[in-house]
């Protein structure tokens, strides 16, 4: 197969999606549903259209451009990611395995390359958690993680639901509509970036990932009694912010002390009620993210920081309510995929190691309803979700060959 991936084309896509953002270049930020998120869908929608895939999108907006095979009656082939940014974030985490993954379409397309199963590009609405609360949306609808009620339940800072904001941005229909039965696609092969440091360490070009952390992320209250900051003296004091910065420390300590390199967790907000100077801080919100690739160590640490909020609430005097908003199992990626990763690599003389992701993408429930796999590419310094994120031309366009040659292995049922 004599592929020719257009990198040239594909850098000034990759460019051209990073200045659609709400801040300055360099940092990306482009919230789902957003004027920016919208505009973007517009863009790759036209892409899609130009390269002559057939484009449709689901009731929450999940977008799905196919390349009709030979034998369009058979599961297709997908491939895909996202296109939503957390703010402060960089250009190429989600979008490689979007636009790298219309390129390794075109490619295959120019080469003359005729899949007999039909190949189709995903862009899997908010996988970041910035807006609802919760990653992965498009794709846990689609595998049935999330089922219809989440219209109603999930909603943003400005109080407005899922079902109004989707709606307001054209996605209409019944939310139950998104999910896709097992079986509907024969596999998923999705192309991102390490977020991780190993492949640049180890000078290798292509990660073949075995398993996807199971992740897990909860909400902590804590509401104290505050006051005033110069007459409530210490000993009558039950301090919201305090009973919260104890509580994240020993979230910590959880994660260091499970013995295990795969166990992490980030208390990534923490608000503080009334957040003035000279006043007691009576409330506290704390938004904490639990991950490991082994399930069991994931959920010791859940019950490390429950029993921890247990303690403080008794000691400080400070009520402390804790609400799971989502605990995932971890995911294996299919052994025959990751085996065809394999080999096309080693058909090129391309370096390749088994690994896990440590982040988690769509991937984790698309590998719910199909065989599921993914391909990883360096970024420099391992830096992803900020600003100085960078994969080079040549790892992206390596990427892309992999990913082509590894779609077309499987339309053929190689
Ligand atoms: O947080 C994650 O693992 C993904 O980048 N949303
Ligand atoms: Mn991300
Ligand atoms: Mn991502």
């Known amino acids: 197969m004599n592929l020719k991936i257009q990198s040239s084309r594909l850098e000034s896509e990759l460019a051209e999606l990073a200045e659609i953002s709400a801040i300055p270049a360099p940092e990306v930020e482009r919230i789902v549903f957003s004027e920016q998120d919208m505009r973007a869908r517009v863009w ?11 484009v449709r999108e689901d009731a929450v907006g999940n977008t799905y451009a196919r390349w009709q095979g030979s034998k369009p009656n058979l599961p297709a082939i997908a491939t895909g990611s996202h296109i939503d940014a957390i703010p402060h974030s960089g250009r190429y985490d989600g979008t490689v395995g979007v636009l790298g993954g219309l390129e390794a379409i075109r490619a295959l397309k120019e080469s003359g390359f005729q899949p007999t199963r039909s190949l189709e590009l995903i862009f899997f609405t908010s996988e970041e958690p910035t807006r609802f609360g919760i990653g992965c ?24 639901t ?20 097992v079986g509907h696609y024969a596999g998923f092969v999705e192309l991102h970036i390490e977020q991780g440091p190993l492949l640049e360490q180890r000078g290798i070009p292509i990660g073949a990932v075995t ?43 959880a994660a260091r002390s499970t013995g295990a390199i795969d166990s ?26 639990i991950r490991d690739i082994d399930g069991a160590r994931r959920d010791g640490m859940i019950t490390s920081l429950e029993r921890a909020c247990t303690d403080v609430s008794a000691r400080r005097g400070v009520k402390v309510t804790t609400e799971v908003v989502n605990r995932d199992d971890p995911a294996s990626c299919d052994s025959g995929i990751v085996g065809t990763v394999t080999t096309v690599c080693e058909s090129h003389g391309i370096a390749c190691d088994r690994m896990v992701s440590r982040a988690y993408h769509d991937s984790l429930f698309m590998a719910r309803i199909c065989p599921a796999a993914m391909i990883f590419i360096p970024c420099r310094n391992g830096v992803s979700h900020r600003p100085e994120e960078y994969s080079s031309p040549e790892s992206i366009a390596t990427g892309v060959l992999v990913l082509a040659e590894t779609m077309a292995r499987l339309a053929q049922g190689d």
């Open 264 to 289: 992490v967790a980030t208390t990534g907000i923490c608000e503080v009620f009334p957040g003035l100077v000279n006043s007691v801080p009576s409330k506290a919100k704390l938004e904490a993210d």
């Open 211 to 253: 398993a996807i952390a199971a992740p897990a992320s909860l909400r902590i209250a804590i509401e104290g009694h505050g006051g005033h900051a110069g007459a409530v003296l210490m000993p009558s004091r039950h301090d919201a912010f305090l009973a919260a910065a104890e509580i994240a420390l020993a979230l910590e300590a």
């Open 162 to 181: 899922l079902r109004s904001v989707r709606q307001g941005a054209g996605f209409i229909g019944d939310l139950s509509s998104t999910r896709l039965p």
């Open 44 to 54: 790759l929608k036209g892409l899609c259209a130009a390269a002559g895939l057939e």
């Open 137 to 160: 949306l498009g794709s846990r609808l689609m595998s049935g993680a999330l089922d219809a009620s989440a219209d109603l339940k999930l909603g943003d800072s400005a109080g407005e």
